[in-house]
């Protein structure tokens, strides 16, 4: 959650110098890293930065009032910045100009306090002092982490809070269980068996990529900065470019709300909801080759997908908040767009074919709502046809895959994505993981 701050100008002074003593840090850890690499060909990594903080302190004595997990959460952005840098996803990290640089995180719960109930209030920072903010939290409970943010001139705080704390548990589970397709044509496939429903990608997601390219043309086609030929922004091209970054925030609000409407709505009735195992590339359409590929792959990867893997995500964090179960179904195994839910009947069907019908039994039904049925009866194990008649004791790999789930948090983000089922603890987890046995056989 993100509250705007309203420093007054004591305040404010403060709030620059810390961020000029953090900008400075990360230049002096971006420097470090630099030198020691050409000079010795040593590779400085988190711990080593971390170590030196005292001795660092030391020398520079103004740091010694600044709370020493921000200090060193800063040095995890230099580190985060290098980690990047080294896989190919981000550039080389490179020295950063105080207004080129966003702010500090206070990673755990110490050097901040906030006095709010989740709409409005007072954010206390050490040796800065009392802040107004304002804004409103749509869930809220005990302030976990709270990063400050300088952005076009504006301060905000955004505090992530520990709502599992405080989960409104409901008395009595919804006992709902229902199957949701994620695809292009609708946003949403729902069934739960007998009441299907669409939803669609409301429009301002939809629009949004267009409208953020027609500002971004215009903005092209002004005078950008040129570091090297020292050439400095025209006044146009800033005011394009303030124009782009509002646009992008506004998707990104309205895009969260949406998704936490859809979300809120779904685990209102149901507590068992079966999905594909996450496939971004079958979400959007493809790009045409050519150059502009990788182009659009970036603007869809953006919007479309960005609201889609949201809305996956905070499904499943509700669905497991309330203590329901969350199944991944490997779609590579069950193939839910190719067989009928009816009675399991496989028959290959090409992207064009929006409408299931069997040849066997005669079903007829929406291509992505047929698909959601098939997903919520393997999950359930009343998937007629080859997918259940099969029984099989051992089931290798997911009980492999539950016991690492199990076993450690830090490998979860990885492992995530390989693991063929996922399912918070619960009594089905054994049905489930006898099915996705069953399943690997026939498939
Ligand atoms: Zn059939």
Redesign the pocket.
Known sequence: MTFRLYPNKQTQQSLRYHQKLHKDLYNAAVNNRFTQYQKFNHKVDYFEQQNCLPAFKEVWTEYKEINSQALQATLKRVDFAFERWFKGLGKRPRFKSIRHYSGWTYPAKTGYSVESNGENGYLNLSKIGRIQMRGKAKYWGKPTTCTIVYRNGKWYASITVDVLDQALKPEVLPTGAIGIDFGCKSALSITDGENHQQIDAPKFLRNAEQKIKKVSKEKRRKRAPNRNKKVKASRRWKQAQAQVSKLTRQVANQRQNWVHQVAAEIISSNSFVATEKLEVKNMTSKAKKGQRKKQKAGLNKSILDLGFGMLRSTIKYKVEQIGGVFVEVPTKKVKPSQT?P????QHKKTLNIRVHE?G????IQDRDIAAAEVMLYWSKGTLPGLGTNLVDAESPSSTSYTRKQAGSMKQLGTKKRQKSVEVSASNELRDVETHSSGGANYG
């Open positions: 009928c009816k009675c399991g009947h069997c066997v039994c005669g079903y």
